[in-house]
Structures are given as C-alpha cells and as structure tokens.
C-alpha cells in the first residue's frame, strides 16, 4: 500500500476539499496521512519522512499558494526526500491567470504535477497510479 | 493494626513515611542521609530508627514498598527519526517513566553520536523512528550501529513495527539486549507510550537497581517498584482524578523545585479552549512530566549564568540591597549543602526558585501562535492548554522549607509580558509540607483511595 502525504498549505482553512481527497484516495487504496489544514511545508515534511510517503499531495484555495510552496522542492531534498512525488492543485495564484504559464511556473519550482481549479480528484488518482506505479 | 512503610531513597536522603492502613491516617515520616556508596541499608536503619525514636508508640511494621532514584536515578537516551515527532515521542516515554533524559538523537546516528553514547552514563536507550508501516530504514541503521557498538545498555526498541523482525534478526546472535515493544508513534502525531513506560519500569526494577547497587535494599523493603518520578507522577494522576467515590482534584500541576533539576508534571488533556485554535504537532500525554536539568537550587545552580543576566535577575530578587549576583550564584553552586544564614541570601534562594518556577513553566506549558488568515485570525496550540488548571502543588527542599513557598509559586501565573504561554490563570496553590507525594504514588498501587485521602489532607 503506497502511503501519501496530504494537506492545506499555509495561513488556509479551506478543510471541506480536504477531506474529499482524503475520502477519494482511501476509497482508491492509498494510505493517506493527512496533515490537515493550515500546513507548514516543515509539517508536510516531517509528516513524508516518518510515514515513509511516496507523495505528497498539497492544496491551496486562498490564492497565496504560490508563496507558500516556494522552495519545497529543494526542502524535500534537504530533508533526504529526493524521490518524492509532488502535487498541487486549487485556486494556487492569486487571481485569474492563464493556467499553462502557471503550470510552468510550478513545475519549475519542482511540482510534479499542477492542478487548475475546478479538477475533481479521480484525475489526480490516475496520475497517481501511473506516477507511483500501481 | 497494619502499618504500611513507605520508602524513598534518595539522591540525598531516603525518606520514610509511615502508615496506618486502619486508621486511615498518616503516622509520620523520617529521613536519614542515602548510603549508596557504602551500604545502602545503613541509611534506611538509620531512617528508620530516628521515625521509631520520634514516633515511640509506632507499631509493627506490616509491608513495605520503595522507590528510588539514588545513584543519579534513572539516565535513559532516546533515538528517533525527526525531532518533533519520534524523537520526541520516545522522550516523553522516558521521562513518563520517571527516567531523565540528557541525550537525544534524531535521523542516523553517526559515529560521533555512538561515541557520546558510549562516554555518556546511561542506563537504558529508548529506540524509535517510523510510524508503523512508515520509515524502516532509519531505525534498521541505527539498530546496526548499535549493535555494532555494543554499548552494555540495554535497549528498547519502540518503532515501526515492520521493522521488527529484522531488527531481531540484526541482534539476535549479538551480545545486546534488547526488549521489543509497540511503537511510540504509531501513527503520525499519535502518541502512545503505555507499553514502553511498562518495560522501563520492569527494566528499572530487574537490572538498574542491581547495578547501582540499591538492590540490597530489597532485603528489608521488598522489590523497589519504580524510579520516585513515576510515584509522583501516578500520585499526581490519582489526585487529579480521583478513586471511586472520593473525588479528585481535577486538572492539576506539581512542581518540584529539587537541587539538580526542576520538575513539572501536569494532569489534564490540555486540549485548546476555543474554537478557532487549531492543535499542532505530536499528541500531547494526558499526565506529563518534563525535567529541566539546567533550573536547580544547588547542583545546576551555575547554568542560571548563563540563562539570566543581572539586571533580569533583579527582577526576581526583592529586595533592596544588592548582591553580587554570580558570588552568589557559584557560592550556592561550589557548596551544595549551603543553607542561607541572613535575610538576603534567603530572599537569593527564593529568588532563583522564582526564575526556576518561571522559566520551567515557559517550557512546559503550550504556546499559541497567531495566523492571519483571510477569515480573521486563527491561533495555532502546540503543547497543553493549562490555563484551567485548579491546583498547583509545590514540593521540593526549597518550597517545602519556605514560609512563603507559595509567593514564589506564583511565578507559575499567567503574565502580561508571555502572553502567548498558556499557563494557569488562577489556580489554588498547595504545598506538600510533610514531602508525602512520592509516599503516596507508592501507597496507591495498594491503597488507593486511602493515598488520596491522605494526599487532600496533608497538602496544605
């Protein structure tokens, strides 16, 4: 069973979506360690090291997404998480932009795969099981 | 008439306290100077006799229990995987136990971190890392390098339960002992320390008390049954809930001001008290202890130095007159017998009582955290709510012996300038005048209710 890591990232309250993607994924098979919101990186990390996680699934509803995933690439790798798997997905920008350039802007950062918002979850799960293998 | 004997020995002195068990009330205690080095039964005669010369019409003594942290109690070293969670986890589990713990180790333990294991004076080392189905490759590293050490301590091994047996396969055939229990941190942030704390009590009572050379005790006191934190931490616990139809105390604290270290042990959830507070990080025990080695009278007195400046020290000192402060200090920390002869040396030693009060209380207590977030603020809790806790309870030398122990247990309150600590607000003060705490967390694994009794009416 291939364990994820998911959560609300930063000063973010948004808990209902939250709970959906904890309810999908499970239904799916993954175990899923959910940090709950209001989520340091640092929480998603430490959280990734001890449940031995192949990903780690981040949201964003309140638009300071972008700021608050800043350099979690380069902390997973200080933390000795090199081959983890990174996601994120809502409303990760502030206001509305062209989704491509902020998709590209993401995955400079790191992020293996972005999500825009409105996606439902099963679209995640199928990226999941091609990326972790199942 | 039954008399029940309970016995505490010491670093310094072992304590007596008598019982009657029909009577339902206390006889009275005693103390004489600890002779671990010598032979420890000398001390407890010497004990024993004074409470018969005190107490001339004490009757018979019908049964016997002891605890003891002499020979420096109980020295454990704890090992996890990251810091805030199963490293912190096995610490808990340690001081749950009553054991103190001066060395921690986080991720894989290096060859500089075997050699201060192997230079430190430990007793036990708790090994943990990974929640259950998590992390096994960290511990299985750190299982090797100790096993490859060979350090003669045992070990706990307290982790990811899919490393299990290969743990066992790694220290099967190697001269280390080793005792497999559930994982502290089973799942993340999910505390459990009930099966650790049970084998470093039975290790406690098996090997640790033979090699320090109190086991000769037990000829006279029968088995010593765990180190004396774990008696004040269970009577603590027994206060604070209570047993069958005598109420307890409900959320409570005890502190313990000692000549080495201070100590905090707090009864309750501590869970936060609003709504918009959110709880942060590792599950927090219900009873909790924490030892700060560097807040003490005597011995520690010299880390104060380096903790508090001169003027912040005024503070704390009041009174007029000045005192040099580092004299004083160093004065307390060279001579640990000293005992303060004029008015400002004994304001000095409520003085530091104070900081020690203060600053364990600043570390023990939960904190908050303000978030601003785009639906108003939010707070985030680490550590316990204690700001309803009802009773504060002071015990050790210096609050025992102080006519106004309870001036300085004030330094536990909620203040304005740490206002984001979660400390009692307004709490009832009590001090265990008689030393009877440990007494009584020995006497309710029997007498529970009579502990109790015992306990709300000697607690002053």
Redesign the interface.
């Known amino acids: 069973?291939k364990?994820v890591v998911i959560g609300v990232i930063g000063?973010?309250?948004h808990a209902v979506g939250n709970k959906i993607i904890e309810h999908v994924l499970t239904e799916h098979g993954y175990?899923v360690?959910n940090?709950?919101?209001?989520s340091s990186q640092e929480?998603f990390i430490?959280?990734a090291?001890?449940?031995?996680?192949s990903a780690i699934l981040v949201s964003s509803l309140?638009g300071h997404g972008e700021m608050d995933c800043q350099y979690m690439r380069e902390n997973c790798e200080e933390a000795g998480l090199a081959n983890i798997k990174l996601y994120v997905g809502g409303n990760i920008v502030v206001g509305k932009q062209d989704f491509k350039a902020v998709e590209q802007r993401f995955k400079k950062m790191g992020f293996d795969r972005v999500y825009p918002p409105g996606i439902s979850i099963e679209d995640a799960v199928a990226d999941l099981q091609e990326d972790l293998g199942e | 008439m039954s008399v029940q004997l309970l016995v505490d020995f010491g670093s310094t002195y072992t304590k007596l306290t008598a019982v009657d068990i029909e009577a339902e009330r206390l006889i009275g205690t005693s103390k004489a100077m600890t002779t671990v080095k010598t032979d420890v039964l000398e001390g407890f005669d010497r004990a024993l006799e004074q409470l018969r010369v005190s107490y001339p019409d004490l009757p018979e003594i019908t049964g016997v229990s002891a605890c003891s942290s002499a020979a420096g109690g109980l020295k454990m070293a704890a090992i996890g995987?990251?810091e805030?969670?199963?490293v912190e986890a096995a610490k808990r589990a340690c001081l749950g136990a009553g054991a103190l713990v001066n060395h921690v180790f986080s991720h894989h333990l290096s060859r500089k971190e075997i050699k201060q294991l192997r230079q430190a004076d430990i007793d036990i080392i708790m090994l943990a890392?990974?929640?259950d189905?998590?992390?096994?490759?960290c511990i299985l590293h750190n299982a090797r390098k100790l096993k490859e050490a060979n350090l003669g301590v045992p070990i706990i091994v307290a982790g990811n339960k899919d490393a299990a047996d290969e743990i066992e396969e790694i220290f099967e055939d190697s001269p280390v002992e080793y005792f497999l229990v559930d994982n502290v941190?089973p799942k993340?942030k999910q505390l459990q320390v009930k099966d650790a704390k049970n084998i470093i009590r039975q290790i406690f009572i098996t090997k640790i008390i033979e090699a320090k050379g109190i086991k000769r005790a037990e000829e006279k006191t029968g088995e010593i049954i765990m180190p004396t934190p774990e008696a004040v931490l269970i009577a603590a616990e027994l206060l604070a809930k209570g047993y069958e139809d005598e109420p307890g105390f409900g959320e409570l604290m005890i502190i313990d001001v000692g000549g080495a270290t201070t100590d905090v042990h707090t009864i309750g959830a501590g869970y936060p008290k609003r709504s918009e507070v959110?709880f942060?990080g590792l599950q927090e025990p219900f009873a909790k202890r924490t030892v700060e080695g560097d807040l003490g009278m005597r011995y520690s007195a010299n880390a104060l130095l380096s903790l508090v400046s001169p003027y912040e020290f005024k503070q704390y000192y009041h009174r007029e007159e000045a005192q040099d402060f580092e004299t004083s200090v160093r004065r307390r920390h060279e001579n640990v017998d000293y005992l303060p002869e004029d008015d400002a040396e004994k304001e000095f030693d409520k003085a530091m009582a104070r900081i020690c009060c203060d600053y364990s209380m600043s570390r023990h207590v939960g904190h908050v955290e303000v978030?601003?977030?785009?639906?108003g603020n939010?707070y985030?809790q680490t550590g316990k709510d204690l700001t309803d806790t009802q009773y504060v309870i002071g015990t050790g030398g210096v609050l025992i012996n102080h006519d106004d122990a309870k001036d300085i247990l004030r330094e536990v309150n909620q203040k304005s300038n740490k206002k984001l600590e979660l400390r009692p607000t307004n709490p009832i003060f009590l001090i265990d005048r008689k030393y009877i705490l440990s007494a009584m967390g020995l006497l309710g694994q029997k007498y529970p209710k009579l502990a109790l009794k015992l306990m709300k009416q000697h607690l002053e």
């Open positions: 069973m364990t000063a973010d309250v175990n360690i940090i709950g919101v209001l929480d430490n959280a090291i001890e449940t031995d996680a309140y | 995987l990251v805030e969670l199963t890392g990974g929640t189905g998590g992390n096994k490759e941190m993340l959110i942060k978030v601003y977030t785009p639906l939010m985030y």
